[in-house]
């Protein structure tokens, strides 16, 4: 069975996290990805030693990916890469603002030759002239976007726990691309896709931003708790396990504390009569509800909840997450041919199967003769 983005070719100058993690997805989707390194390669291959002979960010994103090196200051390094662009459906970069037009790539000349190349590029903060030199990585830019300014406790700011405004990006990218091949399937033509990583953060940050503009002010930061509805966090149990619980209406207000803490005065108390009165409530509330729920150990609150009908979930460790009943696992094949086992894609094709591997992460330059050999008489685009 085909996948939806066989035979389709992508050439990519990437590195670190967001670009890689966008033509990951092309991978897995069928696409041909061929990765230009420079010699030393994409840094992100030295983050970490996990992946059993690549860095855990590095397998994670590039699986299956041909590696070419060039040295793009040299005429047939360049040559080259302008005939593998001729030939490419989606051609895209994740360097500095304005590095790869330095080079003779300027995405806009590019798509003048192949009238029907989807070009993308990602940037840290757009095309804004007084961010162009400000380096963008993802903590930075969770700190720039104000992300980080409603994470965390009550008194201490947090980092969100892993690099997402890069994974954001990156998903971000590879759905402007999906759209851009649809389009062209319909018009014929390519198109020119701009996305950055500050654009990405700022969007996400959409309802605090219209509750600071329009409303009566932003969130504060409340940890485990939800800033706008009430009760929504974790709770500590008699054995010293969190459980998160989520009451999205009076009904699960009521089932609360009627059937699960035996406290029907609670429940009938004006002080809480609304998510808006449990809000504006919220410490006493807190109090009350965390004096009940720490006399109960986890296994009979999360089974009287789950009678109840009411969301929750343990605040789990890694190695919870590696128990986890839902987890899904697939192989991926590191560059010295160890077999590392990863959680799974997130999208389940019913035609495509467990046969359609991705190869192995590449070596650095792995299939740099291989390339030359296929490409260099391939005539350059007019």
């Known amino acids: ?31 041909r990805v061929i990765k230009v390194e420079r010699p030393t390669g994409d840094f992100a291959r030295g983050y970490d030693r996990a992946g059993r002979g690549d860095s855990s960010y590095f397998a994670w994103t590039n699986h299956g990916k041909e590696s070419i090196v060039l040295d793009l200051k040299t005429d047939e390094d360049a040559e080259l890469l302008h005939r593998l662009i001729g030939h490419a459906d989606v051609f895209v970069q994740n360097l500095a603002p304005g590095a790869v037009a330095r080079l003779g790539f ?5 798509r003048a030759h192949n009238p029907r190349l989807i070009t993308c590029d990602i940037s840290g903060y757009g095309e804004s002239e007084a961010m162009a030199d400000k ?8 700190a720039e976007s104000g992300l980080i300014g409603i994470s965390g406790g009550a008194n201490e700011l947090g980092r969100i726990g892993i690099s997402i405004v890069d994974i954001g990006t990156g998903i ?11 389009t062209r399937a319909l018009s014929g033509g390519g198109s020119t896709l701009k996305v950055s990583l500050f654009d990405v953060a700022a969007e996400w940050m959409t309802v605090p931003f219209a509750q600071h ?13 939800h800033p706008s509805i009430a009760p929504y966090g974790a709770y500590e149990t008699a054995d010293g396990r969190l459980t998160l619980l989520a009451v999205q209406n009076e009904r699960e207000w009521e089932r609360l504390c009627v059937d699960v803490l035996s406290r029907p005065d609670i ?6 009569g609304s998510n808006n009165d449990r809000v504006t409530n919220r410490e006493v509330l807190e109090l009350e509800l965390s004096n009940e729920i720490s006399m109960l150990d986890a296994t009979t609150f999360q089974d009287r909840l789950s009678t109840s009908a009411i969301a929750h979930g343990m605040v789990n460790s890694l190695n919870d997450l590696v128990n ?9 094949v590191s560059s010295d041919g160890h077999r590392l086992d990863l959680p799974a894609h997130p999208i389940r094709h019913d035609h495509i199967t ?29």
Do not use: N, W
Not at 213 to 225: E, K, M, T
């Open 354 to 382: 467990s046969k359609h591997e991705t190869g192995p992460v590449p070596k650095i330059g792995e299939h740099t003769a291989d390339i030359r050999q296929e490409f260099q008489r391939s005539p350059l685009p007019q």
């Open 106 to 110: 300027d995405t806009t000349e590019l």
């Open 267 to 272: 429940a009938s108390d004006p002080r809480y």
């Open 172 to 182: 971000t990218a590879y759905t402007a691309v999906l759209e851009a091949l649809a």
């Open 135 to 142: 380096k963008a990585y993802d903590l930075l830019v969770q």
């Open 1 to 31: 069975m085909h996948r939806p983005l066989d035979g389709l070719l992508v050439v990519a100058i990437e590195q670190a996290v967001a670009g890689p993690l966008c033509t990951a997805r092309m991978v897995d989707a069928g696409a």
């Open 324 to 332: 986890h009943p839902a987890l899904r696992m697939r192989q991926v």
């Open 213 to 225: 503009v329009h409303g009566d002010g932003g969130p504060s930061r409340v940890g485990l708790r």
